[in-house]
């Protein structure tokens, strides 16, 4: 079993922002594998499907994007999922809009959602799905970048961005990390 978690903040105020990349990506992920029921569980919206014979949860917490770690924890303790089992699929300021990385461990690049679950699972040794987002013009205040709606072509990096996310994470469970790395990163 395998948990894939989509950071954002919940709420319409927060909806399609750059922030809630994750959460796209999700809805993205939901989609195709035809998730027909979700249910509030440990603190976050959660359904179950099966992918290539794989028991998946897809889940984005309801918790702000800043205590994120508290309902990862407690998917994982319910469902015994060990921290290399998850999947976190979030936006990043270092990568160009419309792309994503992916990666094992490693830094947390200032993003509070995944100090957080670093800091609640006491490792940071999971896969991570990074969805570029880019860095705000000119001297704007990451947060109001972060917590902005894409316009215009920015809008179509970002929807770009969260379907690739999503297709990197199909590709991750069939191919592995190191074959996702060289088609994706």
């Known amino acids: 079993m395998r948990l894939i978690v989509g950071l954002g903040n919940p709420g319409d105020d927060y909806a399609h922002t750059r922030h809630n990349a994750g959460f796209d990506a999700i809805d993205d992920l939901a989609e195709q594998l035809r998730a027909t029921y979700w249910k509030t569980e440990c603190g976050a919206l959660t359904a179950k499907v099966k992918y290539r014979g794989e028991e998946l949860i897809l889940a984005k917490p309801q918790s702000y994007m800043n205590v994120s770690g508290g309902p ?4 994982c303790a319910t469902y015994r999922i060990a921290p290399a089992d998850i999947v976190v699929i979030h936006d990043e300021l270092d990568i160009d809009p ?8 490693g830094g947390l690049a200032g993003h509070n959602g995944l100090k957080s679950i670093a800091d609640k699972l006491q490792t940071k040794d999971w896969t991570r799905v990074r969805a570029g987002i880019g860095r705000p013009p000119g001297r704007m205040p990451v947060v109001d970048w972060v917590l902005s709606l894409p316009k215009k072509e920015a809008r179509d990096d970002f929807d770009q961005a969260t379907h690739l996310a999503a297709e990197a994470v199909l590709f991750l469970l069939e191919n592995g990390l190191e074959k996702t790395q060289q088609r994706f990163n």
């Open 72 to 75: 990862v924890k407690q998917l």
């Open 98 to 105: 419309g792309t994503v990385r992916v990666k094992f461990g």
